[in-house]
């Protein structure tokens, strides 16, 4: 786990946060008229999924941090494996 999530999150996503994010990746996939979700789906819906599931401590809230900033976080330091 990153060091800000230690600083600033009081309680993180739960496991119906995950399969949502992944139902909801599923749905961008189809709506663009692929078949499967990608990496960058998963990145595009985080967000909107993730943000009401976040709950911040006062430390963040004191510096202005709000969920959408811890979840754009994750993404920037969560590495990617590329396939060959």
């Known amino acids: 786990?990153?060091?800000?999530?230690?600083?600033?999150?009081?309680?993180?996503?739960?496991?119906?946060?995950?399969?949502?994010?992944?139902?909801?990746?599923?749905?961008?996939?189809?709506?663009q008229g692929r078949y499967f979700a990608t990496i960058d789906d998963i990145q595009a819906v985080a967000a909107p999924v993730l943000r009401h599931r976040i709950l911040t401590n006062f430390n963040?809230?004191?510096?202005?941090?709000?969920?959408?900033?811890?979840?754009r976080r994750l993404i920037a330091t969560t590495a990617v494996a590329k396939s060959a």
């Open 60 to 71: 963040a809230e004191a510096e202005g941090i709000k969920p959408d900033e811890i979840v």
């Open 1 to 31: 786990m990153p060091d800000f999530v230690r600083q600033y999150v009081s309680w993180g996503a739960g496991p119906r946060a995950s399969q949502f994010l992944v139902l909801a990746a599923k749905a961008r996939a189809a709506l």
